[in-house]
């Protein structure tokens, strides 16, 4: 996998330097140029942040050889921004995904954060159009996806909602499944926490690297 690149797409309220130990692990261990793609997510609306996603690829692409390989890894809402990307933009270089801590089917934070007037002015478009009802997604561009759920509840969705059922503090396990993805693991990690985590890290070279996650 050596000399492949790969596009990191971050969350909510983010801007991508936040990867920067996740980076800088994944080229030192699996020698994996990652890109980070920044947009913002609180005031654009998902159709334009897909269109801006495809051109910041096209260049990328333009500056690679021929042929070349680039994966894809979204933490948080970038998963969905990816998910949406590939509907869109289904003709892209090959490579693998990866979602980290993604909601798949919606998410109990957002709904409930949207209730209190001055969160749902932050929030902004994207969320409100993407997380506020159950969303029966499928994967089904053809690519693999490993999407990585973290168990440790540390983060500020619990401000907003109560989880019954294993969370990373942000999202609970059960909203980062989605049917036809190719693997799904859990690490004891938080939300904000995984991108900071060496296994995770790891977890996310050997799946871009062999399709499957690696089994500790």
């Known amino acids: 996998m050596r000399g492949d690149a790969a596009v990191y797409v971050h969350g909510l309220f983010l801007s991508g330097g936040e990867s920067l130990f996740l980076r800088r692990r994944l080229r030192s261990d699996f020698g994996l140029d990652v890109h980070p793609f920044s947009y913002p997510s609180a005031s654009m609306r998902m159709v334009d942040i897909a269109e801006r996603l495809n ?17 894809l890894i979204g933490h948080s809402l970038g998963g969905l921004v990816i998910y949406r990307f590939l509907e869109r933009f289904p003709e892209q270089p090959a490579g693998r995904v990866v979602f980290l801590g993604t909601p798949c089917v919606d998410s109990r ?3 409930q954060a949207m209730r209190r007037r001055w969160a749902a002015k932050l929030i902004g478009p994207t969320v409100a159009e993407e997380l506020l009802e159950h969303r029966e997604r499928r994967w089904q561009n053809g690519r693999d996806l490993g999407i990585v759920a973290g168990t440790r509840p540390m983060g500020l969705g619990q401000f907003f909602a109560s989880f019954d059922e294993d969370c990373d503090g942000t999202i609970a396990v059960s909203e980062t499944r989605l049917p036809g993805a190719t693997d799904h693991v859990t690490l004891p990690v938080s939300h904000m926490g995984m991108l900071l985590s060496a296994r995770v890290a790891r977890q996310t070279g050997h799946f871009l690297e062999h399709g499957r996650f690696a089994l500790d």
Not at 60 to 70: E, Q, Y
């Open 109 to 111: 934070a957002a709904s």
């Open 55 to 71: 051109a910041y690829m096209r260049e990328l692409c333009a500056s690679k050889a021929r042929g070349c390989t680039v994966h």
